[in-house]
């Protein structure tokens, strides 16, 4: 007995393991309704139904829509979309009021919100594209720059895809600057250089067209093409 006694004494009891956040309850007072607004409208997958229940795949965040006959607490959804300004209408024509139309946020989003039937509220929302910004993002740079030269690569940068700017922002940047490196001082040749190296050997091309468009010689530059 003795024995036994000690062994319950000394066992060890693990932690439990917290795996996430499974669901997101959402009250409805009408499931079908629900569904078509937040399945069929989406295009999301139902994964799972039940009595008073379903479970939509709201593209990593699960959404429980549970039934009850009025809901009491209101929940507010932000929903990632490509089209903000055709998503409204979407859900719109899925039985969602709008509340208010596409606007820019210091956050650089651009957000829009309706309400569905039962009170939730849904955010609309995707990022801004550089070419949506109210400004120009700064140069990562560390050196001093010449003014020319910091007016060429900004006009480099806008010939660059919006999806691919910031990357290559930075990276020219780092590359004039590594040029520029005994000088400290980073002026149009720099960044020139920094353009056409920047870039992997084998891409390296598609960067001959934004030079030429701004009246830069490429072909001076034939060392820095043919660079590993």
Do not use: C
Request: glycine share 6%.
């Amino acid at each position: 007995m003795r024995g036994a006694r000690e062994r319950v004494a000394f066992r060890v009891v693990s932690d439990p393991v917290f795996f996430g956040v499974s669901d997101l309850d959402v009250p409805v007072s009408d499931l079908e309704r629900s569904l078509r607004l937040y399945a069929g409208a989406t295009g999301f997958p139902v994964m799972k139904r039940g009595e008073g229940f379903a479970v939509v795949d709201a593209g990593g965040v699960r959404l429980r829509l549970v039934h009850t006959r009025s809901p009491e607490h209101r929940t507010s959804l932000r929903l990632s979309t490509s089209d903000v300004a055709g998503a409204i209408e979407v859900f719109a024509r899925a039985g969602a009021t709008r509340l208010y139309a596409p606007m820019k946020t210091p956050q650089q989003e651009l957000v829009a919100a309706v309400r569905d039937p039962d009170g939730h509220t849904v955010y609309l929302w995707r990022d801004l594209t550089e070419d949506e910004y109210d400004f120009e993002p700064a140069l990562p740079k560390e050196l001093t720059w010449e003014k020319p030269a910091e007016e060429l690569l900004q006009a480099l940068l806008k010939r660059v895809p919006a999806l691919f700017r910031a990357l290559a922002r930075y990276r020219v940047t780092k590359e004039a600057e590594s040029l520029a490196e005994k000088t400290r001082r980073v002026g149009r040749e720099e960044v020139i250089r920094g353009f056409i190296l920047a870039s992997p050997r084998v891409t390296r091309s598609r960067n001959r067209k934004p030079l030429v468009e701004l009246g830069i010689d490429a072909d001076k530059y034939q060392a820095d093409w043919d660079a590993p």
